[in-house]
């Protein structure tokens, strides 16, 4: 089963082009549109390949056709989201329920989702990042995740965390924690993620001065995988000016991924060449 990673897209060797600049583009956080918010969507965002909902009680992910869950365990559900670094120019919808601009924002804050501890999210279109502030003397013992919707969840041997979603992968990276003196200074905190029997993930935490704040960083990145028993490889990639995505391979794997409208569906020697176009805008938002 071979990797495919949007991170390869960044090492083609193309100047300016569709495919290297839209994963560097921040994500738009906008709260949520209509009269009554889906699921309780309070907000929402957009990545490359993905969608972002979050409600009282969870952030959800969707990746194709899969939904996956971080919950904050034990978490104030009433802590109040607050956007920041808001964009220049709105986005404009125009669609049934909807037409006009939306704000959009650099960063989403919620506050106080543990006593002390705010949760502040952000990032590219290929990564999410979210940092836990916790005020000098905030107990961080306290932050307890779980991802529902997951396969499965397991741990890699530098210390990442990855669950499984169908043929996807969401990695959870070793967080940064680090506490920055009164000169600016930035002392680091070795951290680990545990998974508990139950599957709940809690984080440990080296010696670290709780008379001043702390931060922890972990950053979340998305994958896909091109399915298939036996080998198969990519050999070529390109894009249009569209910003389509186009990639060229062979696989003797009979079990390779194929769509209902592909021009041969099915393996039918020992080895084959195959064609995929990728739509890099995100899918719909969750709803």
């Keep these: 089963m071979r990797l495919f990673s949007l991170v390869l897209l960044s090492a083609c060797a193309y100047a300016a082009t569709p495919s ?3 994963p560097q583009q921040p994500i738009r956080f906008e709260p ?17 390949g993905y969608s ?46 909807y037409r006009g601009p939306v704000q959009s924002y650099r960063r989403l804050r919620r506050r106080q989702v543990y006593p002390g501890v705010d949760v502040v999210f952000y990032g590219t279109g290929q990564n999410l990042e979210y ?27 530098n210390g990442d965390l990855l669950a499984a979603l169908g043929s996807q992968t969401v990695t959870q990276h070793l967080p940064v924690v680090y506490q920055t003196a009164k000169d600016g200074k930035r002392t680091a ?49 390109t894009h249009d000016a569209h910003g389509y995505i186009y990639l060229a391979g062979n696989t003797s794997a009979s079990d390779f991924v194929g ?10 020697g020992t080895q084959n060449i195959w064609m995929m176009k990728i739509d890099p805008a995100p899918p719909a938002a969750i709803g």
Aim: net charge negative; charged share 20%.
């Design 131 to 157: 940092d836990f502030e916790i005020a000098a003397g905030a107990d961080p013992s306290r932050i307890r995740l779980r991802f529902d919707g997951a396969d499965h969840l397991r741990m890699t041997p």
């Design 32 to 48: 949520h549109i209509g009269s009554s918010a889906p699921d309780g969507i309070e907000w929402s965002a957009r990545g490359l």
């Design 20 to 22: 290297q600049i839209l």
């Design 259 to 268: 769509t209902a409208n592909a021009f041969n569906g099915v393996n039918r």
């Design 189 to 237: 905190v070795h951290a680990e993620y545990q998974i508990e029997s139950n599957r709940d993930v809690t984080l440990r935490l080296d010696r670290y001065d709780p008379s001043t704040p702390l931060i922890i960083d972990p950053v979340i990145s998305f994958a896909a995988l091109l399915p298939g028993s036996k080998s198969s490889v990519g050999v070529a990639i």
């Design 52 to 97: 972002l909902a979050f409600t009282a009680n969870a952030t959800k992910f969707k990746l194709g056709d899969q939904t996956l869950a971080l919950r904050l365990l034990g978490a104030d559900p009433k802590a109040p989201f607050e956007a920041t670094s808001p964009y220049s120019v709105p986005t404009q919808y125009f669609t049934a329920a």
